[in-house]
Each structure stands twice: as C-alpha cells, then as structure tokens.
C-alpha cells in the first residue's frame, strides 16, 4: 500500500489550498481514509475522515465549515479542500488509510500559513 500526498505550500490567511492524497496498493471496502496534520511542537491530530465501513465523515472542530474532504474513486485519490486558512492551520498534513489491523501513511506536504 502507497500513499502520496500533495498540495502543500505557502499561502496567505484567508486563502485556500486543495491537498491531494494518491492511494494504490489495496483492495478492501472496509477502511477509513483521510488527513491528520502536527504543528511543531504538538502531537498529530486527526482532522478530517472518511469511513467507507459505515459512510461517515468526521471533521475536528477546528476546521468545521473550512475543510471539505472529497474522494474520486476513478482516481484512488482523496482530496482535503482547505478555506479561510488561519496561521493555527500552519502544519504538516498526512494522509492515513486505516484497515482492519494495520495503518498506512503518506509522507506529509506542508501547509505554511503566513502574511
């Protein structure tokens, strides 16, 4: 199982940024996907999921009504869509693909969230 994630940058409050997440290597109905993100200093949280299992999503409070996660199967890729980004967004954002048993992780992109 692979996952490569992208999108990552430099930008301003205010703006938006669309990370993307390329998964290959698996063949299952029952996972959950989707983004954690860890500031310096801090410990990896997760933001946003989405659980194919039972076809829930979660968002962290933090990010309600900004982040938007989205899926194209065709593309085994899941997207993170990120509005009204605030400095506290500042972070390096992982894709994770949780199975039953086992967790796979992207390498990380880095969201940089600054005027």
């Known amino acids: 199982v692979q996952l490569q994630a992208s999108g990552g940058g430099l930008v301003q409050p205010g703006d938006s940024l669309r990370l993307s997440c390329s998964v290959s290597?698996?063949?299952?109905?029952?996972?959950?996907i989707g983004w954690f993100r860890q500031a310096p200093g801090k410990v990896r949280e997760g933001i946003s999921c989405?659980?194919?299992?039972?076809?829930?999503?979660f968002y962290l409070d933090a990010v309600k009504g900004r982040f938007t996660i989205s899926r194209d199967n065709a593309k085994n890729t899941v997207y993170l869509q990120m509005d009204s980004l605030k400095p506290e967004d500042t972070a390096i954002y992982y894709c994770?693909?949780?199975?039953?048993?086992?967790?796979?992780w992207g390498q990380g992109t880095l969201v940089t969230v600054s005027s």
């Open positions: 989405f659980s194919n299992s039972d076809g829930s999503t």
């Open positions: 994770n693909l949780a199975l039953p048993g086992y967790s796979y």
């Open positions: 290597g698996f063949t299952s109905d029952d996972y959950a």
